[in-house]
């Protein structure tokens, strides 16, 4: 049993590690997408503002995009299809040209932008599940999808009152896709066989457990995502999302939930595409889909101004990530970008904030005190969540009048 118990372990890491397909061209339940939606965006952008683009935020090293995007002088030349040596190309402006000068969210006014808030995960029964779920002792369950969605309620009166019209993502303690994991049986078992192989030698049992984690992470990582992304680009079609999250740090002994002394916050935005994630079809078109909507500058100035206001309202330290899978952007602590499927399928400026580590000392705390007391909890770490994010905002508003 020890060596199947290793094996299972190894594989979901691999599960909570990728939410791709392993041999498809595709990311897992993605689709091929459509070059030719690109054609609009010809001569728009200056060989340098493309390259500028590219090597600062969506992708910095060029062993990572260079299998895939070929510069030329009047071009970028973009593969289209994994193994394949179909290319579309992207032809630049010339430099000599002006520039179309950039305007926040199109030049509209705030009064006109309309603002999506995307409350992280799902919580209520379902917590468990997405393994966003802890207890401590005699203490109330921390559920990570009930935290964001009680910042989201705060929040949707009180944007109201900066003109801007606010739309809740999700509502309730319930999922946004009508699907559920054993509707992704067919797909979870292909992929459990395609792992294991034919002469594999785990139990049934371990099968077993191995096809509910699949089916389970189709569900809420993937297909929920999926869900919440046709929701936005096909009914809200927002200016902007904001996506709200909780963090939280690894466990000092996973034997042993001990709360950790960390406690900080930082905000990302969609970029640092790695090399493995530009091999899929899907993922390097929707990077360059959001490079030629110059999505970017705008999130980051909207982060910035996130970052600044969480420093504010908290206190908090700054988190720095230390890996490949994150890229420092501009000078404000706290902004960074990473490649994630939310960020990189909602097709808008998107900025994901991740404020306060729920298992550390200081937060945990005060989750539960307002678990306890509720939404009538004064200065509760909910409200500060909130006025946060009103003060961020605020900021982005009276910039938005001088353009980015």
């Given at each position: 049993m020890v060596g199947g118990v290793h094996l299972i372990y190894l594989l979901l890491l691999i599960l909570s590690c990728s939410s791709m397909s392993l041999l498809a061209k595709v990311s897992?339940?993605?689709?091929?997408?459509?070059?030719?939606?690109?054609?609009?965006?010809?001569?728009?952008?200056?060989?340098?503002?493309?390259?500028?683009?590219?090597?600062?935020?969506?992708?910095?090293?060029?062993?990572?995009?260079?299998?895939?995007?070929?510069?030329?002088?009047?071009?970028?030349?973009?593969?289209?299809?994994?193994?394949?040596?179909?290319?579309?190309?992207?032809?630049?402006?010339?430099?000599?040209?002006?520039?179309?000068?950039?305007?926040?969210?199109?030049?509209?006014?705030?009064?006109?932008?309309?603002?999506?808030?995307?409350?992280?995960?799902?919580?209520?029964?379902?917590?468990?599940?997405?393994?966003?779920?802890?207890?401590?002792?005699?203490?109330?369950?921390?559920?990570?999808?009930?935290?964001?969605?009680?910042?989201?309620?705060?929040?949707?009166?009180?944007?109201?009152?900066?003109?801007?019209?606010?739309?809740?993502?999700?509502?309730?303690?319930?999922?946004?896709?009508?699907?559920?994991?054993?509707?992704?049986?067919?797909?979870?078992?292909?992929?459990?066989?395609?792992?294991?192989?034919?002469?594999?030698?785990?139990?049934?049992?371990?099968?077993?457990?191995?096809?509910?984690?699949?089916?389970?992470?189709?569900f809420y990582r993937v297909d929920e995502i999926q869900e919440r992304a046709r929701l936005v680009n096909q009914s809200i079609q927002p200016d902007l999302v904001i996506c709200l999250h909780f963090n939280a740090a690894p466990w000092p002994d996973p034997e042993k939930q001990q709360l950790v002394e960390r406690d900080d916050h930082h905000m990302l935005v969609n970029g640092c595409y790695m090399g493995?994630?530009?091999?899929?079809?899907?993922?390097?078109?929707?990077?360059?889909?959001?490079?030629v909507n110059r999505w970017s500058k705008p999130e980051q100035r909207l982060a910035e101004c996130l970052s600044h206001a969480f420093s504010k309202a908290t206190a908090l330290p700054t988190f720095s990530y230390k890996g490949p899978n994150a890229l420092k952007i501009g000078d404000v602590p706290g902004v960074w970008a990473r490649n994630l499927l939310a960020n990189r399928r909602y097709f808008c400026p998107v900025v994901f904030l991740e404020p306060y580590v729920a298992n550390s000392q200081s937060s945990y705390p005060r989750i539960q005190k307002w678990l306890e007391k509720g939404a009538g909890e004064d200065a509760s770490i909910i409200t500060e969540y909130a006025d946060a994010v009103m003060l961020g905002l605020e900021s982005f508003i009276r910039e938005s009048k001088e353009g980015i």
């Open positions: 897992t339940l993605g689709q091929t997408p459509d070059w030719s939606e690109l054609n609009r965006f010809q001569q728009v952008l200056s060989p340098e503002e493309f390259v500028h683009s590219l090597t600062t935020v969506y992708c910095p090293r060029e062993e990572w995009w260079s299998p895939w995007i070929k510069i030329e002088k009047d071009r970028a030349r973009i593969r289209k299809s994994n193994g394949g040596d179909a290319w579309y190309d992207l032809y630049f402006r010339d430099s000599n040209k002006t520039r179309p000068p950039q305007t926040v969210l199109g030049g509209k006014p705030p009064h006109e932008w309309v603002v999506a808030i995307d409350p992280g995960h799902i919580g209520g029964e379902w917590a468990k599940m997405e393994r966003r779920e802890f207890s401590i002792d005699q203490g109330r369950p921390v559920r990570e999808g009930e935290l964001s969605l009680a910042v989201a309620k705060d929040l949707l009166p009180r944007l109201q009152t900066l003109g801007v019209r606010p739309v809740l993502i999700r509502e309730e303690l319930q999922p946004v896709t009508p699907r559920r994991p054993v509707d992704f049986r067919d797909h979870a078992q292909a992929w459990v066989d395609q792992i294991l192989g034919p002469d594999s030698n785990a139990t049934s049992e371990e099968k077993s457990a191995l096809l509910q984690d699949r089916q389970e992470l189709l493995g994630e530009l091999a899929y079809d899907d993922q390097r078109f929707e990077m360059i889909w959001r490079l």
